[in-house]
């Protein structure tokens, strides 16, 4: 709350927004936000007619407003089906928690849940495998993460894949692109995250990624969603969390400067994307391990895998029995 009145009405404001110069109640709000998730949705061309939409829940704030807003928005339309995809890490204290969010939230909005654990996966638990590999844990889980969502979206017939992705993370991601010159990744910023053009993949779109951290969690807090999502074994040594500080020290200072630098970003992404040759960069094969698509003969997650197993069978704090995984279809 603050001290302020509604710039709309004689409400107190919930929420005072520096970077347009205006307050709003907790209705004002929560109207502006659906307005903005229509509107990114609209202008991307994120929906049409037809489309199964898998959201991705992790029982987090991001990913149960977003499965709200399409429910909201999409819920009554006979043409649009929705359901939940999890996955569950073996991260289980957590996990567990994040996961009975999910479950609850899409018994309330009437979505059929699907569940995938790493452990059915790849015969892991993160829980017995942090820290094990010569690369940071967020690394691992990440990749498994993105590879088990995309199984599960085809599992479910999913057309589109909807992510929590924020207009915070929007901006974090296109820092850290330019920090690692990464013109390939800097050029798909925007509402859909395109990934190599193959069957196989399920397109990613972002409803909410014109939609700022802070008001998701405020958003998420007055309507009572979501739990709050922090991962015991994320290492904060890593880039994403120090360019995080780093732009949030700046938007304290400079309100609107996220919005800036995704705007920016958004600008640069169109020239970078006209100068690259994606018939040369999204020469798609099949791993040669598991049969999921890849660049090259072996993915990376099954060599990450294999790199987990290495550094367990030297460890002896570190017990999981590794079994390559089968080739999935």
């Not at 289980?92 to 909005?109: F, G, Q, T, V, W």
């Not at 700046?250 to 919005?259: A, C, R």
Request: hydrophobic share 30%.
């Amino acid at each position: 709350m603050t001290d302020e009145t509604c710039s709309k009405c004689d409400q107190d404001a919930v929420i005072n927004r520096e970077y347009e110069g205006r307050s709003l109640c907790r209705k004002h709000f929560s109207i502006d936000v659906n307005k903005q998730v229509k509107q990114t949705v609209r202008e991307g061309d994120l929906v049409n007619s037809g489309d199964t939409i898998a959201v991705g829940l992790s029982g987090g704030k991001d990913s149960a407003v977003l499965l709200e807003q399409l429910v909201d928005i999409f819920g009554e339309r006979p043409d649009i089906e929705i359901v939940g995809v999890s996955v569950h890490e073996g991260i289980d204290e957590y996990r567990d928690e994040s996961i009975s969010a999910a479950e609850e939230l899409c018994d309330d909005l009437g979505v059929e849940l699907h569940v995938g654990r790493y452990e059915d996966y790849y015969d892991l638990k993160m829980d017995d495998v942090a820290d094990a590999g010569a690369r940071g844990n967020c690394t691992y889980c990440g990749i498994f993460r993105r590879d088990l969502l995309n199984k599960l979206c085809r599992e479910v017939d999913a057309d589109k894949m909807a992510i929590g992705h924020n207009l915070d993370d929007e901006a974090q991601s296109i820092m850290m692109n330019h920090i690692k010159g990464d013109m390939k990744r800097l050029s798909r910023i925007g509402p859909k995250d395109d990934p190599a053009d193959h069957e196989m993949f399920v397109e990613r779109i972002k409803p909410l990624r014109d939609v700022m951290e802070k008001e998701i969690a405020l958003y998420s807090r007055i309507h009572d969603l979501g739990v709050i999502d922090r991962c015991p074994h994320v290492q904060e040594s890593t880039l994403r969390p120090m360019v995080k500080s780093f732009l949030n020290k700046l938007e304290s200072q400079m309100p609107g400067i996220k919005y800036s630098i995704v705007s920016q970003g958004r600008e640069i992404s169109d020239m970078v994307e006209e100068e690259i040759d994606w018939e040369q960069e999204d020469s798609i094969q099949r791993c040669e391990r598991c049969g999921e698509p890849c660049s090259g003969g072996v993915c990376r997650k099954c060599q990450l895998l294999k790199d987990i197993k290495k550094a367990a069978d030297e460890s002896e704090d570190h017990d999981f029995e590794y079994k390559e995984e089968k080739e999935t279809i």
